[in-house]
């Protein structure tokens, strides 16, 4: 088992930045990849942005790409997202997940996909005032 804790979320203005985290334990060593996902109320949970661990590969949404990097610091086992010219769209609970399995990152369809992730964290809210 994996478990996944994120950290970092609150309320910032539009045009600010902010840090998450995402502190992996336990079988870390099964998993090939970690992902943000965020949900906003009343919509579908989306893809944000993921990492591969094989070479370090990383994929993002096209809503944040150039202002979100995904990063991970692998003595801390921890990936964490730099949110950056946030947006009033970018409000919603940020869940970061872990992949199993490396078919996750073979295509867009794939690593897009939350039922490709095994693990998930509890999520951290993210507000951005306008």
């Known amino acids: 088992q994996v478990q996944l804790v994120e950290s970092g979320g609150g309320l910032v203005q539009a045009g600010g930045s902010l840090r998450l985290s995402c502190a992996a334990s336990g079988r870390t060593v099964s998993t090939y990849g970690m992902a943000w996902f965020r949900q906003a109320p009343g919509k579908a949970r989306e893809f944000v942005t993921a990492?591969?661990?094989?070479?370090?590969?990383?994929y993002y949404a096209d809503s944040v790409k150039g202002r979100f990097t995904i990063f991970r610091d692998n003595a801390e086992n921890t990936v964490y997202l730099q949110m950056n010219s946030l947006k009033a769209e970018d409000t919603a609970v940020y869940y970061c997940?872990?992949?199993?399995?490396?078919?996750?990152?073979?295509?867009?369809?794939?690593?897009?996909?939350?039922?490709?992730?095994?693990?998930w964290g509890q999520g951290t809210q993210v507000t951005v005032s306008s």
């Open positions: 990492i591969r661990w094989s070479d370090g590969t990383t």
């Open positions: 997940a872990a992949a199993s399995t490396w078919l996750t990152f073979t295509s867009s369809s794939n690593y897009y996909t939350n039922e490709n992730y095994r693990y």
